[in-house]
């Protein structure tokens, strides 16, 4: 599955978002972002819920805490201890 991180139109929250495992994480420059044609070929795209101004996190930051929390759901999903 094909997984964009970034705040799109169809953009769900990684917490509400049911994922097919395996994943591969589609992330992309700060500033510039994904391409469109990257992000059509995307299954699904995910963001981050932000509180407050800011709107969006480092790109590492960012995929640590959207692979933090898909792992967490996987090893609690199959009970696997990670």
Known sequence: TLVLVEQ????KSIYL??????LCFIVGNE?????EELAKLANQHVEIPMRGIKQ????S???????YEFARNYS???????
Do not use: Q, R, W
Request: aromatic share 4%; hydrophobic share 40%.
């Open 8 to 11: 799109t139109i169809e953009s």
């Open 17 to 22: 978002s049911i994922i097919s495992y395996p």
């Open 31 to 35: 500033v510039k972002g994904v391409s």
């Open 56 to 59: 969006s996190l480092n790109v």
């Open 61 to 67: 930051v960012a995929t640590g805490v959207v692979g």
């Open 76 to 82: 609690s999903d199959n009970k696997i201890i990670l």
